[in-house]
């Protein structure tokens, strides 16, 4: 549990440093919505100045906007055994910590749900750091092994989840084929993938027991090197798969192994 702890206080310091910078802001922060554009008057905002039709006319426009709105946004996080393999459960704390203390810090609503295998946990919207706390611990106290659940009907469950349009999250190791494309027109979609390296390009000695961590059985006692390269091919063959699926419904996605990668991957997913 110290692990834990620590990655969750490493999660909260990177959210409240960068957002001193401004920086956070722009990613989670509030938007406004685009009503109309008007000559300038000596009122207005410069920020809001639209240059593009500005040099087409010679004369300055601005862009009148709504109010802001406030963002819901949603993290999904899937968990089965293979969170065992590595750090991958700790580094969802970190994600799960560092999008709630975003979200929240930004004035925007956040929320959260669990897959633990077929059991569901799902915590409703709240707007106060107070309330954070208990949905970290929760997380961090659940035990991945041998849990599994079905992910052919990973996109249905997902749905029933947040029914309003949403900043939706969904985080996982994503080993298995799924279909996200209903969910991608519901939503505004991201897929955080969590992964080990030693999963994606194993090495096994001759005196290692493996474990299938879905069922908690012993899977081999020995893996010759050609399966192994045929296991790493396969792997490839299914994240190009993945990310074909991903482009043709426009859901943005990143990939990620450490906590120290988070911020600056999530910077660039959300700007871009």
């Known amino acids: 549990m110290e692990k834990f702890e620590t990655i969750v206080l490493k999660a909260k310091d990177d959210v409240y440093t960068h957002l001193q910078g401004g920086n956070l802001a722009k990613l989670l922060g509030q938007g406004y919505d685009f009503s109309e554009l008007r000559s300038y008057e000596s009122s207005d905002d410069i920020r809001y100045i639209s240059w593009i039709n500005s040099a087409k006319s010679n004369e300055l426009y601005v862009k009148k906007m709504h109010e802001e709105r406030e963002?819901?946004?949603?993290?999904?996080?899937?968990?089965?055994?293979?969170?065992?393999?590595?750090e991958k459960q700790a580094l969802m704390t970190y994600i799960l910590t560092f999008l709630a203390h975003s979200a929240v810090r930004t004035n925007n609503l956040f929320e959260t749900s669990f897959f633990m295998g077929e059991e569901l946990k799902r915590f409703e919207a709240v707007k106060s750091v107070e309330d954070l706390d208990p949905m970290v611990k929760t997380f961090q106290q659940i035990e991945p092994l041998g849990l599994t659940f079905d992910y052919k009907d990973l996109q249905n469950r997902l749905s029933k989840v947040q029914e309003q349009k949403s900043l939706f999250f969904v985080v996982g190791d994503f080993l298995d084929e799924v279909d996200l494309s209903v969910l991608a027109q519901k939503h505004e979609l991201y897929v955080i993938m969590v992964r080990d390296r030693w999963e994606e390009n194993p090495s096994v000695g001759f005196d290692v027991e493996l474990v299938n961590p879905l069922s908690n059985s012993i899977i081999a006692k020995n893996l010759s090197k050609k399966a192994l390269a045929h296991y790493v091919e396969k792997c490839k063959e299914h994240d190009e798969k993945l990310y074909a699926h991903f482009h043709q419904h426009k859901i943005k996605y990143l990939k990620v192994?450490?906590?120290?990668?988070?911020?600056?991957?999530?910077?660039?997913?959300?700007?871009?």
Not at 71 to 86: A, F, N
Not at 260 to 271: G, H, N, P, R, T
């Open 71 to 86: 963002l819901l946004v949603h993290v999904s996080l899937l968990v089965d055994g293979r969170m065992v393999i590595g």
């Open 257 to 272: 192994y450490e906590p120290s990668e988070v911020f600056k991957k999530l910077k660039q997913l959300l700007y871009f």
